[in-house]
């Protein structure tokens, strides 16, 4: 189903997005119109070179109830102008997600709205079909490469709750990679941007770095092995005694390694997936140059069109919650069921995609 059909879901959508160190809240119609948005990101946990969960959900809840009546007088609207209230509800930092899904419950109870709890994942995953982002749209089936601080998955995305896991990391995401490389040559939090600079000043060739289960069958990850040898590479300088141009050339070898990993990865997927019609680039990874140039390039040499949001809709942002509660509005009002009462569904840590297909109980078919 297209998501541009119109169906009578309850609209706008307050949505708020609290799993992880951003507190972000927007409003979203039912074209995907974004009415507003805004996102806070917390500078508190840069001391300690990555999120504090206490720090995060102490400052999510000093921050979410100025930051929706920022976002209601930016969208023009009255509370109870609004259609439903939704807020990631897992997987992620389970303080963060406590404080957020409490305060979206509130508004709903308050304004007698209907409340959809959303999977972060998902909501990565139906970042595409929102409207305009991809020319043509995004239909179903494709291929979705999930890669961020916390994240690095290979997901089929078959339709509104269907969804098939076909490999993830085995050991750390990329951007955790990302940010344990940046601390080893002495960059700053959060890793990702600060070591693409560096790397755009340095020669990979005089640092060779090995491609962890580059070219086994499969699409599991694996960047443990890749950050130690980062280590070896480091090892011969003394404290204080790294040169910039080594230390670009590492960064810009980790770089390379990491960019040509996931593409072996994501093209060992796609064999696993020939349905697919597209290839999808999420998460804050997603935003790398050298990776994006990467997968442009394999997903041509497939036919495929390749997808990636702009920033802000890569990283963790409450856009894609919103479209994922309308994309639930719509699959439930089209297989002839009730808008989401998710009241009682308690924020998780963990929260499994192939657990989402149980909220479409095969009562009717879709329409």
């Known amino acids: 189903m297209s998501p541009s059909s119109a169906h009578p879901v309850p609209t706008p959508v307050l949505a708020i997005e609290s799993s992880c160190d951003d507190t972000a809240c927007a409003i979203v119609a039912s074209d995907g119109a974004i009415l507003a948005e805004a996102v806070l990101s917390q500078s508190g946990h840069i001391p300690f070179g990555g999120v504090v969960p206490e720090i995060a959900a102490r400052a999510h809840l000093a921050a979410l109830p100025a930051l929706v009546r920022h976002t209601l007088d930016r969208a023009g609207l009255p509370p109870s102008g609004l259609g439903a209230i939704a807020a990631s509800t897992g997987p992620g930092l389970i303080g963060g997600l406590i404080v957020g899904a409490g305060v979206a ?40 490469l999930l890669v961020s601080g916390g994240h690095c998955q290979c997901i089929a995305v078959e339709g509104v709750g269907r969804y098939r896991k076909l490999g993830g990391t085995i050991d750390d995401a990329a951007g955790e990679a990302f940010d344990k490389v ?95 019609t597209l290839l999808v680039a999420a998460g804050g990874v997603a935003a790398n140059t050298r990776l994006r140039a990467c997968l442009t390039d394999l997903a041509a040499s497939r036919g495929l069109p390749f997808a990636a949001p702009p920033l802000r809709l890569c990283t963790d942002n409450a856009v894609m919650v919103a479209w994922a509660a309308i994309e639930t509005l719509r699959e439930r009002h089209a297989r002839g069921l009730p808008p989401a009462d998710d009241l009682d569904l308690l924020p998780r840590p963990r929260w499994p995609l192939e657990q989402m297909a149980e909220r479409f109980p095969m009562t009717a078919p879709p329409g």
């Open 105 to 144: 419950k509130g508004l709903a109870v308050a304004l007698d709205r209907p409340f959809v709890a959303v999977n972060h994942i998902e909501a990565h995953a139906l970042t595409a079909r929102l409207p305009g982002l991809v020319p043509g749209g995004a239909p179903f089936p494709y291929l979705l």
């Open 182 to 276: 940046a601390k080893m040559l002495g960059l700053g939090w959060p890793g990702g941007p600060a070591v693409e600079a560096l790397a755009a000043e340095g020669d990979p060739a005089p640092y060779p770095l090995p491609r962890p289960l580059f070219g086994r069958p499969g699409c599991d990850f694996s960047f443990s092995g890749l950050k130690t040898a980062v280590a070896q590479k480091l090892a011969p300088f003394a404290a204080g005694a790294l040169p910039r141009s080594a230390a670009a050339g590492i960064a810009a070898s980790f770089q390379d390694a990491v960019a040509a990993i996931v593409a072996d990865r994501v093209a060992h997927a796609l064999d696993m997936m020939p349905q697919a």
